[in-house]
C-alpha cells in the first residue's frame, strides 16, 4: 500500500480547519511565567487585606 504525501493536519476532523497551515494549531512558546503563582498571591492577599481592614474600620 502506498502511503500519499498529506499536506494537511489529520488531527482536524472539520473541512475548513483540515485547510489551515499546521502552523495555526501550534503554541506560542510561553515565555517565563516562574513567579506567576507568587504574582496572584501577593495580588489575593493584598485584596484581601484591603477588603477586611475597610470592613473593620
Known amino acids: 500500500m502506498r502511503r500519499y504525501l498529506v499536506l494537511t493536519n489529520e488531527a482536524a476532523r472539520h473541512p475548513f ?3 489551515l497551515p499546521p502552523s495555526v494549531f501550534e503554541k506560542p512558546r510561553a515565555e517565563r511565567d516562574d513567579d506567576k503563582d507568587w504574582k496572584l498571591f501577593a495580588l489575593s492577599f493584598t485584596a484581601f487585606f484591603i477588603s ?5 474600620a
Request: charged share 25%; no cysteine; glycine share 0%.
Open 17 to 19: 480547519r483540515r485547510s
Open 52 to 56: 477586611f481592614y475597610s470592613f473593620i
